[in-house]
C-alpha cells in the first residue's frame, strides 16, 4: 500500500484546484489562470505537511 502515500495526497490537490475553479462560479480564463499560480503554494503546504508528518511518525533514534 505505499502508493497510496503519493496518490491520496496528489488526489486531494487535484481535487482542491478542481474547487477552486468550479464553486461558486463558472470557470473563466483569470480564474485559471489564478488557480495555476497558486498551485506551487498549495504545493509546498502540502509538501511540508507529508514531511512534518513524516518526521513525527519516525521512530526516535538515539
Given amino acids: ?20 475553479l468550479v464553486v461558486d462560479r463558472t470557470a473563466t480564463l483569470p480564474d485559471f489562470i489564478s488557480a495555476i499560480l497558486a498551485l506551487p503554494v498549495d504545493i509546498v503546504f502540502l509538501s511540508a505537511s507529508l514531511l512534518a508528518g513524516h518526521v513525527f511518525s519516525s521512530p526516535k533514534q538515539p
Avoid at 486531494?12 to 474547487?19: G, I, S
Fill in 1 to 20: 500500500m505505499p502508493w497510496i502515500e503519493i496518490a491520496l495526497p496528489g488526489v486531494l490537490l487535484v481535487a482542491k484546484f478542481l474547487l477552486k
